[in-house]
C-alpha cells in the first residue's frame, strides 16, 4: 500500500471496529434469549417431586432455556445417604450449598458443601452426596447443558415406591439412569 502506515491506519481501524461489530452482535445472538423465547417458572408451577428420603423442585427446565441450563433445588434429610455414586458424560452438575452440609464424593475426595459455598462436578467423574450433620441440608443443582429433567426423578421415585420400603429393583433403577444420561458407578 502506498502512503506508508498514515493510509493504512485508518483501513485497519475501520476493520477492527467492524469485527468488534460483528463478535458483539454474534455473542449477542448466540447468548442471550430472543425477547419471544424467554420463559419464566412462576413458584406455584414447582412441582415437588419425591425420591426416596429427598424433595426435588425444579426451578428452571432445560426446555424453558433452549437447553442451556437446568436448575432444581433439593432438600435432604439429616443423616440420609441419598445418592448411588454416579457419573454423567453429557454435563456438568454445580451444586451450590442453602442450608446444612452435604457431604460429595468425587472421585474418591469429600468435600462438604454448606451454604454459600459450590461444588463443580465434570463430565465423567464417578460422585455421589449424603447428609451426615443432624441438620436438613438444602442446595441448588445447576446442570450445563440442561438435559436432565424432572422425568430422571419421578421416574426414580416410581421405582423407590414401588418398592414399598424394601428393595429396589437395582435392574429398574439401572435403566432409568441409563435413559437419562446416568451411569452407575461399578
Do not use: C
Request: avoid cysteine; glycine fraction near 10%; hydrophobic fraction near 40%.
Amino acid at each position: 500500500m502506498s502512503g506508508g502506515p498514515k493510509g493504512f491506519a485508518p483501513v485497519l481501524t475501520d476493520s477492527i471496529k467492524s469485527l468488534d461489530e460483528a463478535v458483539s452482535l454474534t455473542y449477542r445472538k448466540a447468548t442471550l434469549p430472543a425477547a419471544d423465547r424467554r420463559y419464566r417458572m412462576s413458584a406455584s408451577m414447582r412441582e415437588e417431586i419425591t425420591v426416596g428420603e429427598f424433595t426435588i423442585r425444579f426451578l428452571v427446565e432445560g426446555e424453558h432455556s433452549d437447553g442451556a441450563v437446568a436448575i432444581f433445588e433439593f432438600d435432604v434429610p439429616a443423616g440420609s445417604r441419598i445418592a448411588a455414586a454416579h457419573s454423567h458424560d453429557g454435563y456438568e452438575e454445580t451444586v451450590y450449598g442453602v442450608a446444612g452440609v452435604l457431604t460429595w464424593t468425587v472421585e474418591d475426595t469429600l468435600t462438604d458443601v454448606g451454604p454459600g459455598e459450590a461444588l463443580v462436578i465434570p463430565r465423567g467423574a464417578v460422585h455421589q452426596f449424603d447428609n451426615r450433620g443432624d441438620v436438613d441440608a438444602k442446595a441448588l443443582a445447576i446442570v450445563t447443558p440442561g438435559i436432565l429433567g424432572p422425568d430422571y426423578f419421578r421416574e426414580v421415585g416410581s421405582v423407590l415406591a414401588a418398592a414399598a420400603g424394601g428393595p429396589p429393583d437395582i435392574a429398574a433403577l439401572v435403566a432409568v439412569m441409563k435413559r437419562h444420561g446416568l451411569t452407575p458407578a461399578p
